[in-house]
């Protein structure tokens, strides 16, 4: 089976970095995906990890450690609009998985 | 062009109506998704089409039924629903084949649906 943990809500202030973790467990595994969702919206691509290391796209970066089945999404210079749930998901035969979401409350 | 559009935005249904989804992308994907999300949960995966032909479907009942007409087309049908299925469902597509390390799906914004 498949299953990705994350913590269910995190706060942070508006100009700070905040960490959202995951951790998985999967029967096969490609990389590890996360996206943004705002209330009332859609799911939006953020990054993809396939390899270990960090990858940094703009404010967010997201690192992957295939040897601990973990990895986070890194968010700097925190603004208003990034209060969104983030979700981590993977890719297994033909499948995406989603974590259960990290609500992120970013406050002025 | 990288959008997912679908359409209606919302629908409100009785139990006893048919209604359909619809969902277009034109970005050359071959896999598309349906998923349905209830408030404040990941989306839930319902079917999978890849090269327009059914691959998975996630033990949904018979009251939905996908179609796949074309490359781009994606429905959704909806018959004697009930008052649970009430959600946001929601659209996606993606390339087939992640070996080359991609993993990405676009998604619609998705259709609200109510059944009273």
């Known amino acids: 089976g498949q299953s990705l943990e994350q913590p269910s809500e995190v706060t942070a202030v508006e100009g700070a970095i905040v960490q959202i973790n995951c951790t998985y467990q999967t029967s096969g595994f490609y990389g590890l995906s996360w996206y943004q969702q705002h209330d009332g919206g859609a799911p939006t691509f953020l990054s993809y990890n396939a390899l270990d290391g960090l990858e940094e796209t703009g404010r967010f970066s997201s690192f992957l450690s295939r040897s601990d089945s973990y990895g986070y999404l890194l968010l700097q210079e925190l603004q208003m609009k990034d209060s969104a749930s983030y979700f981590c998901?993977?890719?297994?035969?033909?499948?995406?998985?989603f974590g259960s979401g990290t609500k992120l409350n970013v406050k002025p | 062009d990288t959008e997912v559009t679908q359409t209606p935005k919302h629908l409100v249904m009785g139990m006893t109506n048919k209604k359909s989804l619809k969902c277009e992308q034109h970005m050359g994907h071959r896999a598309m998704y349906w998923y349905k999300q209830k408030a404040k949960k990941p989306p839930e995966l319902m079917f999978v089409y890849s090269y327009e032909k059914l691959s998975i479907n996630e033990s949904v009942p018979s009251r939905f039924s996908p179609e796949c007409p074309n490359s781009s087309l994606l429905n959704l049908h909806l018959h004697a629903l009930q008052p649970e299925d009430s959600a946001l469902y929601l659209c996606a597509s993606s390339q087939v084949g992640w070996d080359d390390g991609t993993d990405t799906q676009y998604f619609g914004p998705g259709t609200r649906l109510t059944v009273l």
């Open positions: 998901a993977v890719y297994n035969f033909n499948k995406f998985y």
